[in-house]
């Protein structure tokens, strides 16, 4: 029990050495730059309103207060992804500040983005990150090697229409800094392509240093994306930081500096400052030089060149089979049985990951309010992050009582080793970048059994105390250091995922525990299995059933919802809109399905105007379309839909084909579309869009609700 003990404890470790707070703060002045976040976050500013222009402009005063060449590029962006419908583009305003160097050998952006979504004043996403900006320009020399700007972009929560706007850049090296929550360790989640130099410096000069080019591995196969995606691909070097903790204050109201972590703000500048400090007089042109594997471990950042992940999976391979021979060879176990451990371990592995999968589905149908929150998070997840922990726990109890009956009770602690050295070779084939997590503990669990084994006076049995003169204490001492990496990386990573929700991050906490259990085998060969799944199964039970009186949604802690409304001004007539099951009419009102739709009252909104300036034969048998679409008022957002995808070009630039666009901060003379429409007449969608509920008669907001992307849209139809 004390190798078990002793494990525990490290995994504690690891996650309080990875938490903010932990270490002592350097210069950046943390109470300064949160003083910037109350003056950027006291309400939402997206693109196109009031709001954002008062951000822009205390911007811009503060670099010019410091001396920097300020000014302000503006620009027209288009969404840079690929993407089915409606496409966002917008007239962005980004803000550089620039000082020259004195012999430079590249560019050092430090940049995050200054707007924030509709109905989230945007304290974490992105005004930590412009606080850390600010703070960071403050500190800095005014003397260095490099070129220094600071770069705000403009635009990217309505589709990165800022940084899709920016000038292509080269010798240039960036900084960029994020947020997907409220709280949290501050993580170097993606490097740019060719940076294992960059990297390097980030692990010697960050005092949190905390990334893993694994993470990064996983990224590229979702969705998700930041301005760096866009610096990338212009061919710019460099890291790209967030932190993830209190996913449900994501993108809502309560995004605000009152429930912004300072200790995440201090961390984030932190590292920022002292990184930034490096490189302001480095040789920014040999940063370039092949990829790394990277990974944290307390207080350090492990790095190697990724040319070597491979060898080192298949060394950590040819360690377990030399534990499974020597094993064999004592008689210790039996070949055909261990084969079956190995595979019957896969069992447990996918289950814990189904289980962590599907539990935040599962909290959805149960209780119905879980469903509408963003990230799939709750705000206090802590009961339900306990009880998927003690369901693994239960399940892989379970496999341990059953493998013991069919294979024997030595086979499935080889096994096990085996099993999680096969996969970090499949995973350094597969997902390059990844596979550290499974092959150091492999390798190291295998050192820790052969290592047991070669401390015995004579032995026959693999498990400490299990035959005569066997040494259990150093026994137990050997197999226990071969687990620490286990329980760094495992253990340590089980409880991290949590950080990015109980939606996502429960299936890699469910992964990683089970990984990390299998692993403990050799030390639980005593221990009362059933009685375990048992325990741990009633715990799962309770805290399942705890949640939702611990998770109370209060005027604190408010129900999310999205609501959007809409108004046919040609037919006035008016829906309300929540996704979910899609009505007949959420096309027409909306523009796309997923619409659930009920009546609702007229409101006063204008659509926009459109104009046919001409209109002739286009391409092939089709017509070719001119309009012009001008907002009524000042809403910050215009555009057209229609009912196929068709070419489009806005102001003279081509989109592709497409089913229509959303215009941010349109210009106030409208802009100029040109559609080549099939022959025949073609249904097109003028609309335009404030973020103000309020304008609609008789709306009253639920009591302890938060209204996530406010919308009110009006549109009219035309037949062009």
């Given at each position: 029990?004390?190798?078990?003990?002793?494990?525990?404890?490290?995994?504690?470790?690891?996650?309080?050495?990875?938490?903010?707070?932990?270490?002592?703060?350097?210069?950046?002045?943390?109470?300064?730059?949160?003083?910037?976040?109350?003056?950027?976050?006291?309400?939402?500013?997206?693109?196109g309103t009031s709001e954002h222009d008062r951000v822009r402009e205390y911007l811009v005063a503060e670099l010019r207060r410091l001396g920097l060449d300020v000014r302000v590029q503006e620009g027209?962006?288009?969404?840079?992804?690929?993407?089915?419908?409606?496409?966002?583009?917008?007239?962005?305003?980004?803000?550089?500040?620039?000082?020259?160097?004195?012999?430079?050998?590249?560019?050092?952006?430090?940049?995050?983005?200054?707007?924030?979504?509709?109905?989230?004043?945007?304290?974490?996403?992105?005004?930590?990150?412009?606080?850390?900006?600010?703070?960071?320009?403050?500190?800095?020399?005014?003397?260095?090697?490099?070129?220094?700007?600071?770069?705000?972009?403009?635009?990217?929560?309505?589709?990165l229409l800022g940084a899709a706007a920016l000038p292509p850049g080269g010798r240039t090296v960036v900084l960029n800094n994020e947020a997907r929550g409220n709280r949290g360790a501050v993580m170097?989640?993606?490097?740019?392509?060719?940076?294992?130099?960059?990297?390097?410096?980030?692990?010697?000069?960050?005092?949190?240093?905390?990334?893993?080019s694994g993470f990064a591995a996983v990224l590229s196969l979702l969705p998700n994306n930041t301005d760096f995606y866009v610096f990338e691909k212009n061919g710019w070097l460099g890291l790209d930081?967030?932190?993830?903790?209190?996913?449900?204050?994501?993108?809502?109201?309560?995004?605000?500096?009152?429930?912004?972590?300072?200790?995440?703000?201090?961390?984030?500048?932190?590292?920022?400052?002292?990184?930034?400090?490096?490189?302001?007089?480095?040789?920014?042109?040999?940063?370039?030089?092949?990829?790394?594997?990277?990974?944290?471990?307390?207080?350090?950042?492990?790095?190697?060149?990724?040319?070597?992940?491979?060898?080192?999976?298949?060394?950590?391979?040819?360690?377990?089979?030399?534990?499974?021979?020597?094993?064999?060879?004592?008689?210790?176990?039996?070949?055909?049985?261990?084969?079956?451990?190995?595979?019957?371990?896969?069992?447990?592995?996918?289950?814990?990951?189904?289980?962590?999968?599907?539990?935040?589905?599962?909290?959805?149908?149960?209780?119905?309010?879980?469903?509408?929150?963003?990230?799939?998070?709750?705000?206090?997840?802590?009961?339900?992050?306990?009880?998927?922990?003690?369901?693994?726990?239960?399940?892989?109890?379970?496999?341990?009582?059953?493998?013991?009956?069919?294979?024997?009770?030595?086979?499935?602690?080889?096994?096990?080793?085996?099993?999680?050295?096969?996969?970090?070779?499949?995973?350094?084939?597969?997902?390059?970048?990844?596979?550290?997590?499974?092959?150091?503990?492999?390798?190291?669990?295998?050192?820790?059994?052969?290592?047991?084994?070669?401390?015995?006076?004579?032995?026959?049995?693999?498990?400490?105390?299990?035959?005569?003169?066997?040494?259990?204490?150093?026994?137990?001492?050997?197999?226990?250091?071969?687990?620490?990496?286990?329980?760094?990386?495992?253990?340590?990573?089980?409880?991290?995922?949590?950080?990015?929700?109980?939606?996502?991050?429960?299936?890699?906490?469910?992964?990683?525990?089970?990984?990390?259990?299998?692993?403990?085998?050799?030390?639980?060969?005593?221990?009362?299995?059933?009685?375990?799944?048992?325990?741990?199964?009633?715990?799962?039970?309770?805290?399942?059933?705890?949640?939702?009186?611990?998770?109370?949604?209060?005027?604190?802690?408010?129900?999310?919802?999205?609501?959007?409304?809409?108004?046919?001004?040609?037919?006035?007539?008016?829906?309300?809109?929540?996704?979910?099951?899609?009505?007949?009419?959420?096309?027409?009102?909306?523009?796309?399905?997923?619409?659930?739709?009920?009546?609702?009252?007229?409101?006063?909104?204008?659509?926009?105007?459109?104009?046919?300036?001409?209109?002739?034969?286009?391409?092939?048998?089709?017509?070719?379309?001119?309009?012009?679409?001008?907002?009524?008022?000042?809403?910050?957002?215009?555009?057209?839909?229609?009912?196929?995808?068709?070419?489009?070009?806005?102001?003279?630039?081509?989109?592709?084909?497409?089913?229509?666009?959303?215009?941010?901060?349109?210009?106030?003379?409208?802009?100029?579309?040109?559609?080549?429409?099939?022959?025949?007449?073609?249904?097109?969608?003028?609309?335009?869009?404030?973020?103000?509920?309020?304008?609609?008669?008789?709306?009253?907001?639920?009591?302890?609700?938060?209204?996530?992307?406010?919308?009110?849209?009006?549109?009219?139809?035309?037949?062009?």
């Amino acid at each position: 029990m004390f190798g078990l003990a002793a494990l525990v404890a490290v995994v504690a470790l690891t996650v309080w050495a990875q938490s903010p707070g932990t270490r002592a703060a350097t210069a950046f002045d943390g109470s300064r730059a949160f003083t910037d976040v109350q003056a950027i976050a006291r309400a939402p500013h997206p693109v196109g309103t009031s709001e954002h222009d008062r951000v822009r402009e205390y911007l811009v005063a503060e670099l010019r207060r410091l001396g920097l060449d300020v000014r302000v590029q503006e620009g027209v962006g288009v969404l840079p992804l690929d993407h089915d419908g409606v496409v966002p583009m917008g007239r962005v305003r980004n803000i550089v500040a620039e000082r020259p160097g004195t012999a430079p050998t590249g560019r050092l952006v430090v940049a995050a983005h200054y707007d924030s979504v509709p109905g989230a004043p945007g304290a974490s996403d992105d005004g930590a990150g412009v606080a850390t900006l600010l703070e960071v320009a403050r500190r800095l020399p005014e003397s260095t090697r490099n070129d220094l700007a600071f770069l705000l972009t403009d635009g990217e929560e309505a589709g990165l229409l800022g940084a899709a706007a920016l000038p292509p850049g080269g010798r240039t090296v960036v900084l960029n800094n994020e947020a997907r929550g409220n709280r949290g360790a501050v993580m170097m989640f993606r490097a740019s392509g060719d940076s294992g130099p960059l990297v390097d410096v980030y692990g010697s000069a960050a005092p949190h240093p905390m990334a893993d080019s694994g993470f990064a591995a996983v990224l590229s196969l979702l969705p998700n994306n930041t301005d760096f995606y866009v610096f990338e691909k212009n061919g710019w070097l460099g890291l790209d930081s967030a932190y993830s903790g209190g996913g449900a204050y994501y993108h809502t109201p309560l995004d605000d500096p009152a429930h912004l972590s300072r200790a995440s703000l201090q961390q984030m500048g932190d590292n920022t400052l002292a990184v930034a400090r490096v490189l302001a007089d480095a040789d920014l042109e040999r940063l370039r030089g092949g990829e790394s594997v990277h990974f944290t471990i307390p207080w350090l950042l492990v790095r190697y060149p990724a040319w070597l992940e491979l060898p080192i999976a298949l060394g950590g391979l040819v360690l377990a089979g030399t534990l499974l021979a020597v094993s064999r060879r004592r008689g210790l176990i039996r070949l055909p049985r261990t084969a079956a451990a190995a595979g019957l371990g896969l069992v447990p592995v996918l289950v814990a990951g189904a289980a962590g999968f599907f539990l935040w589905p599962l909290l959805g149908m149960l209780r119905l309010e879980y469903a509408g929150m963003f990230t799939g998070d709750p705000y206090r997840p802590w009961p339900y992050q306990g009880a998927l922990a003690a369901l693994v726990v239960a399940l892989t109890a379970a496999w341990w009582a059953l493998a013991r009956r069919i294979t024997g009770e030595r086979e499935p602690a080889v096994g096990g080793v085996l099993l999680v050295a096969l996969l970090g070779v499949a995973s350094a084939v597969l997902l390059p970048g990844g596979s550290h997590t499974l092959v150091w503990p492999a390798l190291f669990a295998s050192a820790g059994g052969l290592a047991a084994e070669a401390v015995r006076s004579r032995g026959t049995a693999l498990t400490p105390g299990s035959a005569p003169g066997a040494t259990p204490r150093f026994r137990s001492v050997a197999l226990t250091l071969g687990l620490v990496p286990a329980a760094v990386l495992l253990g340590g990573g089980a409880v991290l995922g949590f950080d990015i929700g109980l939606e996502l991050g429960g299936v890699q906490a469910g992964l990683y525990l089970a990984l990390f259990l299998l692993l403990l085998s050799p030390l639980l060969q005593h221990v009362r299995v059933t009685a375990v799944a048992v325990a741990a199964s009633t715990a799962a039970a309770v805290l399942l059933a705890a949640g939702p009186a611990v998770d109370r949604f209060d005027s604190e802690h408010p129900r999310q919802a999205h609501l959007a409304y809409a108004l046919d001004t040609g037919s006035g007539t008016a829906v309300w809109g929540e996704p979910g099951a899609t009505s007949p009419d959420s096309a027409r009102y909306f523009g796309e399905d997923g619409y659930g739709t009920r009546p609702a009252p007229v409101a006063r909104l204008a659509e926009p105007r459109l104009t046919v300036v001409r209109s002739g034969p286009g391409p092939g048998a089709g017509r070719r379309v001119v309009v012009r679409l001008t907002p009524s008022g000042d809403a910050p957002v215009v555009g057209l839909s229609l009912e196929r995808a068709v070419p489009v070009s806005v102001d003279g630039r081509a989109l592709g084909r497409r089913k229509g666009f959303a215009y941010h901060a349109p210009p106030a003379g409208g802009v100029e579309v040109t559609l080549d429409l099939p022959a025949g007449r073609s249904a097109v969608r003028a609309f335009q869009e404030v973020y103000d509920l309020s304008v609609v008669p008789g709306f009253r907001p639920a009591p302890d609700t938060a209204y996530l992307r406010p919308s009110a849209v009006a549109f009219r139809v035309h037949r062009l």
